[in-house]
């Protein structure tokens, strides 16, 4: 991935070239138009690119869930290991539980790639048709 530039909009709204496509990259509401950012609670690469041209630690925009705190807070509880099968006790009416597979079925042909759009195709009216050299309508 190259990120050609960053481009800062106000203080936290950067927009970031990458390749041609444009994605806008909030660092207040820790944010991003590719989704990554908000999704992993990590930054994506594009605000990575606005924290390293703005000279800023990134710790300060990951989830709390990554931080080494968290993480020894997860082995603090101690897991006691089952018991071998055969001495496990299954109540009835769990045991006579009758499991289905689900009812939905996988649609006929290949499935359709969902692609990022680029940032001028999502401001482009639908319809509207251009040209491919000049991108002119």
């Not at 106000?10 to 806008?24: A, P, Q, S």
């Not at 082995?75 to 689900?102: F, H, R, T």
Request: with cysteine; glycine share 4%.
């Amino acid at each position: 991935m190259s990120l050609n530039s960053v481009v800062s909009s106000t203080k936290y709204l950067h927009t970031v070239n990458d390749e041609g496509r444009y994605y806008i990259v909030c660092l207040l509401e820790k944010k991003g138009s590719c989704g990554r950012f908000q999704i992993d609670e990590l930054p994506c690469p594009h605000a990575w690119a606005v924290l390293k041209s703005k000279f800023l630690m990134p710790e300060g925009y990951c989830s709390d869930y990554y931080k080494p705190k968290s993480v020894v807070m997860t082995y603090e509880v101690l897991v006691y290991p089952l018991p071998d099968q055969k001495e496990w006790n299954i109540p009835a009416y769990v045991a006579d539980e009758v499991v289905l597979p689900p009812k939905w079925k996988r649609p006929p042909g290949r499935p359709k790639k969902k692609r990022d759009k680029p940032f001028i195709e999502l401001l482009q009216k639908k319809n509207q048709h251009s040209c491919s050299i000049c991108g002119q309508e």
